[in-house]
């Protein structure tokens, strides 16, 4: 069993950046490979990034491939996603997620999930 919690949501300008951490508890999170989504008013949840369990590989959706990246500190059981050059379609609500599989790219693959932080993007 793992309990996630995300935290570093906020309101920022567009160009801006947040730094979004997701704190895992449970006695081997370090094995689980993690994924970040988001979910925008309206819309389906959509993959955003992913880390294996070591940290040596990641993914990204194309959306925010150069903008965003995905990092993890297993010593302090948490996972990282920088954003840089944030734009108002970036707004959402950010979640992560864990799965002993693999680091996929697919929501319905993973899990165990957070509750969500909010990110809003003004123009």
């Known amino acids: 069993q793992v309990q996630l919690v995300e935290s570093g949501g906020g309101l920022v300008q567009a160009g801006g950046s947040l730094r979004l951490s997701c704190a895992a508890s449970?006695?081997?999170?370090?094995?689980?490979?993690m994924g970040w989504f988001r979910q925008a008013p309206g819309k389906t949840r959509e993959f955003v990034a992913a880390i294996n369990s070591n940290g040596a590989t990641t993914y990204y959706a194309d959306s925010v491939e150069g903008r965003f990246t995905i990092s993890r500190e297993n010593a302090k059981n948490t996972v990282y996603l920088q954003m840089n050059s944030l734009k108002p379609e970036d707004t959402a609500v950010y979640y992560c997620a864990a799965d002993l599989s693999r680091p996929s790219t697919i929501d319905y693959d993973y899990d165990y999930w957070g509750q969500g932080t909010q990110v809003t993007v003004s123009s």
């Open positions: 449970g006695r081997t999170s370090r094995n689980y490979h």
